[in-house]
T-cell receptor, first 114, second 118 residues
Framework: DAMVIQNPRYQVTQFGKPVTLSCSQT?????MYWYQQKSSQAPKLLFH???????NEADTPDNFQSRRPNTSFCFLDIRSPGLGDAAMYLC?????????????FGPGTRLTVT | AQTVTQSQPEMSVQEAETVTLSCTYD???????LFWYKQPPSRQMILVIR??????QNATENRFSVNFQKAAKSFSLKISDSQLGDTAMYFC???????????????FGKGTHLIIQP
C-alpha cells in the first residue's frame, strides 16, 4: 500500500549528539511536512518542502535542519539535541499546499534524549 | 497567528452513545479550512472530516459530523453510534485558505483523548 514511512519508530540519542530522522513516501506527493509533538501538547509545524522549495517556520530553532534529496525522501537533522527536543516527530505529505489537499501522516518517530 | 483550543483533555463514553468533542479557534482570516484528525494508539494520524469556512452547510462523513459556527469560531465534532475503534486522540486543526498555494501547514489543538467503553 502507498504510505508514509518513518524510520526508526524509536530513536534514543545522547545530549548534544547529532541525530537524523527519516521519512519516505510512496504517494509521489509534492509537499512534505515535519511536525514536532511534545507530550500533552499540540503538534507543531517545524518546516515543509514544496517540491524542492524549503519553507521554515519563523520559530523553528536553528538546531533543526531538513533535507529532501528527492521526491520520496525527507530527513530531519537535529544538530545538537537538548533534553527539550525529546518528542514525537511526525512526517506528513500532501499532493499540494492548501487545505483542499489532505495531509497523510506517518506513524512518527519518538525521540528520547539522554 | 492562529490558535486552536480543545478544552476537553479526555472524554469517556459507552459504546453506541453519541459524543461531542469541542474546539474553538481564533483567527483574523476569513477564508480557511478546519479539520478533525484521529490518532489511534501507536498508529498514524488520519483525517476524519474537513470543513471549508465559506460553506455554511456542516460537513458529514458517515457517523461523524461537525457543528461549525463561524461567528462564534467554534467547530465541534459529533460521533454518533460510537464504536470501540473510535478510541483515539482527536485533534482539531486549522489551515488558512491561500489561493496562491502558499499556505503553510496545520495549526493543531492539544487534542482530546476519547475512550469508548464496552
Amino acid at each position: 500500500d502507498a504510505m508514509v514511512i518513518q524510520n526508526p519508530r524509536y530513536q534514543v540519542t545522547q545530549f548534544g549528539k547529532p541525530v537524523t530522522l527519516s521519512c519516505s513516501q510512496t504517494l509521489n506527493h509534492n509537499v512534505m511536512y515535519w511536525y514536532q509533538q511534545k507530550s500533552s501538547q499540540a503538534p507543531k509545524l517545524l518546516f515543509h518542502y514544496y517540491d524542492k522549495d524549503f519553507n521554515n517556520e519563523a520559530d523553528t530553532p536553528d538546531n533543526f535542519q531538513s533535507r529532501r534529496p528527492n521526491t520520496s525522501f525527507c530527513f530531519l537533522d537535529i544538530r545538537s539535541p537538548g533534553l527539550g527536543d525529546a518528542a514525537m516527530y511526525l512526517c506528513a505529505t500532501s499532493p499540494s499546499r492548501g487545505g483542499f489537499y489532505e495531509q497523510y501522516f506517518g506513524p512518527g518517530t519518538r525521540l528520547t534524549v539522554t | 497567528a492562529q490558535t486552536v483550543t480543545q478544552s476537553q483533555p479526555e472524554m469517556s463514553v459507552q459504546e453506541a452513545e453519541t459524543v461531542t468533542l469541542s474546539c474553538t479557534y481564533d483567527t483574523s482570516e476569513n477564508n480557511y479550512y478546519l479539520f478533525w484528525y484521529k490518532q489511534p494508539p501507536s498508529r498514524q494520524m488520519i483525517l476524519v472530516i474537513r470543513q471549508e469556512a465559506y460553506k455554511q452547510q456542516n460537513a458529514t462523513e458517515n457517523r461523524f459530523s461537525v457543528n461549525f459556527q463561524k461567528a462564534a469560531k467554534s467547530f465541534s465534532l459529533k460521533i454518533s453510534d460510537s464504536q470501540l475503534g473510535d478510541t483515539a486522540m482527536y485533534f482539531c486543526a486549522f489551515m488558512i485558505w491561500d489561493s496562491g498555494g502558499g499556505a503553510d501547514g496545520l495549526t493543531f489543538g492539544k487534542g482530546t483523548h476519547l475512550i469508548i467503553q464496552p
